[in-house]
């Protein structure tokens, strides 16, 4: 005879999958804001010949804003986690 099984109490623990995909995600947001605000500093560099401080400045201001963005919800999550 085989025993019942248990039930698992996993209640509190997220999927590998979606840690997985919550990631993808940060990285596809991460490289486009650093790419569309690299791309807008290009665009002003050649509307106004500043090459190449604006696409130097976007490229800094999207990285600096977006490793921000990702401690903030890195803190946020690990202090609202139910552990």
């Known amino acids: ?3 019942p099984k248990k039930p698992s109490d996993n209640r509190g623990e997220i999927p590998a999958r979606a840690v997985w995909t919550q990631t993808f995600g940060i990285g596809i947001e991460f490289g486009a804001v650093i790419a569309i605000f690299t791309f807008g ?3 002003v560099d050649q509307h106004f010949q500043t090459e190449p401080w ?3 400045g976007g490229f800094f201001f999207a990285l600096i804003g977006m490793t ?3 401690i903030k919800r890195a ?3 690990q202090f609202n986690d139910p552990d």
């Open 68 to 70: 921000y963005l990702i």
């Open 75 to 77: 803190l946020q999550q």
């Open 41 to 43: 500093g290009y665009w």
């Open 1 to 3: 005879m085989s025993e």
């Open 54 to 56: 604006c696409l130097l």
